[in-house]
């Protein structure tokens, strides 16, 4: 009886999730008091994916889990730095690039008769 050995091998990929992108709607930085700005975590590849989402203004975590982060007549200290990150299951992807949003005082308009 011939016996033989068989050497297997298995190899582990690890995929991580792709780095979020952070947008603004309007998709200018600078932006006038009292506008309304919606801030995006956009993950390529992950749609349809159910993600829970972490916003940081700076190095402070904002309490938001969706995609979006709206402002309502945005003021001068909703202006900074964001980054967003998403989750999967149990897994993060990385912090996306920052995306500054500067913010100053109300936009005048004059209106002549």
């Known amino acids: 009886m011939e016996t033989r050995h068989v ?32 801030v995006r975590c956009e993950i390529q590849g992950g749609e349809g994916a159910q993600w829970t989402y972490e916003w940081r203004r700076g190095q402070v975590n904002i309490h938001e889990t969706s ?16 980054s967003c990150r998403g989750r999967r299951s149990s897994s993060w992807t990385e912090w996306s690039d920052i995306t500054t949003l500067r913010v100053t005082g109300r936009l005048n308009t004059f209106h002549s008769f």
């Open 7 to 38: 050497k297997r091998t298995c190899s582990l990929i690890l995929i991580s999730p792709p780095k979020p992108t952070v947008t603004l709607q309007p998709s200018w930085t600078q932006i006038y008091s009292g506008e309304t700005v919606t």
């Open 67 to 82: 995609s979006e982060y709206r402002i309502n007549r945005v003021t001068e200290s909703d202006g900074g730095r964001y």
